[in-house]
């Protein structure tokens, strides 16, 4: 028996996070964006459609396939090629037998309405039409892949199949999701000069988890579009996905195209960023869309930026300096607790007071720096060791009860069943620093003072290089800004996801390269909070016109 058939049960239907929908509904794409995918990979009737064989992994009930067999129909009657000759030309997976089966039919009912027999057209849906899983199954060559794969939750998956998505896949790293090893798949069965074109989240840009993804495409293939869509209605299901059309090629050397929509992004826009993507204007723009070509894009592991090109050329300008961590600052996140209602306080319990430490909220970073009186209860001592219990007995009467005991930290390690899932650094709290909170429209660093712990959410940022309120200054500014926006996460509504991974990627002067004279004006800026002082200043310190 295969290790494949052993597996139990999966539906394979779990998709795109939807919204409205029921945790497993599948969520398929619109038509206007399975033609504009097509278009887009050049999958058009004057192609050479009977010699390419396409591929589309997860077809569902089919938004890609229709599309693909009325192209493909349509090319085979104008030049006389007979339909029984095209058995190689399409191969459209579903891991459910309910879609494989409609898929079928959807394949017969084509070709009978295109004038071959039943027998032929039999023949050639069951050839085409593969039930199974896409993840696991050998890989064909392909001159086009397209589709919208799906995108499940890790812990959706089951160990086994999580196991072995991962034996498989070896851009699926820690809990991955697994539309990467659809896009591994698609990109690996490419013939040279063969395309992938998918609608997909596009977290895995901009993701420490997308890191092996990345180096894979930056090694002979080519990005040649990526077209934001988070605000468009491009599925029949509302969905949170952040999803993007992304095009793919391999070794086809053409320029990469970006474009930025909006919720008025639909059909007809579609058509003009189509002609925009595939011309070769420098930019162009219509109602709901910007696009810009770019002369180069991204290779290695990094996160890739987005950003409109003049803003790509001036952060590639700055690429020599160095980072904050280089240039001397620490980066962190504050402590995530597993049970705040237990370990967070604003109310003080009865515990031993010395294990109550001040905590900075995010909410208390909101325009000033106001503590709004939460306490961590604090079970690590000043060594970073758990305090002892015995010496603690309001501490533990506090602490001791389900909630806290049923976390998973606390059942992977018994006898600590007491931690937070962080650990309080030792000398941190005393520390000055600043605390920039996640999730906000703008980065906006605040200085605390030395007096507080930062809760998880809240970033922070120490030096001993540096004086943090010019340091605070220079974030303030909208070069800082620049960076952090180009590389980090954008949530739905425009809410930065601020974490450290996007703070590392911020580059600044080396402090001791700041006259006294900016310095000043940087801490002034940042006392006032007074972002286009601050950016003045840095634009002049960054050599920035
Ligand atoms: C997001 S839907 C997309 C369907 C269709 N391509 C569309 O865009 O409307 C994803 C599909 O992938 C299928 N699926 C899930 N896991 C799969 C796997 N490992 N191999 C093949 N298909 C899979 C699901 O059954 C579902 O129909």
Redesign the pocket.
């Known amino acids: 028996m295969s290790m494949v058939s052993q597996l139990p049960p999966y ?6 996070h939807a919204a409205t929908t029921p945790k497993n509904g ?4 619109r038509r206007w964006v ?1 033609e504009t995918i097509l278009d887009l990979v050049g999958y058009t009737v004057d192609a050479p459609l009977e010699e390419w064989r396409i591929v ?9 396939l229709v599309p693909m067999l009325d192209r493909l129909i349509a090319r085979a009657r104008n030049r006389n090629i007979s339909l029984r000759s095209l058995v190689d030309a399409v191969c459209a ?4 037998p309910g ?1 494989a089966a409609t898929c079928r039919q959807i394949v017969v009912d084509a070709l009978l309405k295109a004038g071959a027999d039943q027998d032929v057209s039999s023949l050639i849906a069951g050839t085409w039409i593969q039930c ?5 199954a050998e890989p064909e060559p392909a001159d086009v892949v397209v ?6 939750r890790w812990d959706d998956l089951g160990d086994q199949r999580a196991a072995l998505y991962r034996a498989t896949c070896r851009t699926i790293r820690g809990r991955g999701d ?1 539309y990467l090893g659809f896009w591994e798949k698609a990109l690996e069965s490419l013939r040279p000069g063969g395309r992938a074109g998918f ?1 997909c989240a596009d977290r895995w840009m901009r993701n420490s988890y997308g890191a092996d993804l990345r180096a894979m495409v930056g090694n002979g293939f080519d990005v040649e579009a990526v077209w934001t869509m988070h605000d468009v209605d491009a ?2 299901e509302k969905v949170m996905a952040y999803p993007a059309i992304t095009v793919i090629g391999r070794a086809t050397g053409r320029a990469p195209v970006v474009v930025s929509t909006t919720s008025e992004f639909g059909e007809a826009e579609s058509r003009q960023a189509a002609r925009f993507t595939l011309g070769s204007a420098e930019s162009g723009s219509g109602e709901g869309w910007r696009g810009h070509r770019l002369d180069h894009w991204y290779t290695g592991r990094g996160l890739w930026p987005s950003a409109a090109p003049d803003t790509l050329a001036l952060l590639d300008s700055l690429a020599d300096l160095p980072t904050l961590e280089e240039s001397g600052c620490r980066i962190g996140i504050g402590l995530a607790s597993g049970c705040d209602a237990r370990f967070v306080v604003d109310d003080v319990p009865e515990v031993e007071l010395d294990r109550l430490l001040p905590m900075t909220m995010g909410s208390d970073l909101n325009g000033t720096l106001h503590w709004g009186g939460h306490y961590l209860v604090n079970p690590w001592g000043p060594d970073g060791r758990l305090v002892d219990l015995d010496a603690y007995p309001l501490l533990r009467k506090w602490l001791d009860v389900p909630e806290v005991r049923n976390r998973f930290v606390s059942r992977k390690q018994p006898q600590n069943w007491f931690r937070t899932i962080d650990k309080v650094i030792p000398g941190l709290t005393s520390r000055e620093k600043l605390l920039i909170a996640d999730m906000r429209p703008r980065l906006s660093p605040y200085l605390e003072t030395g007096e507080a712990y930062p809760h998880h959410n809240v970033y922070w940022i120490t030096s001993d290089r540096w004086d943090l309120e010019v340091l605070g200054g220079l974030l303030l500014s909208d070069i800082a800004s620049a960076f952090v926006e180009a590389y980090c996460v954008r949530m739905a509504g425009g809410t930065l996801r601020l974490q450290a991974q996007y703070l590392r990627t911020i580059r600044v002067p080396l402090s001791d390269t700041i006259s006294g004279g900016d310095a000043n004006a940087l801490r002034e800026s940042f006392r006032s909070r007074d972002r286009e002082k601050a950016s003045r200043v840095a634009h002049d310190l960054y050599g920035v016109s």
Not at 147 to 152: L, Q, S, V
């Open positions: 539906s394979g239907v779990m998709t795109l599948a969520v398929y794409t399975a589309e992994p997860a077809a569902g009930d089919g938004s890609f997976w579903d891991i459910d879609n199974g899983d896409y993840l696991l589709g919208n794969p799906p995108y499940i697994i609608i599925f029949h």
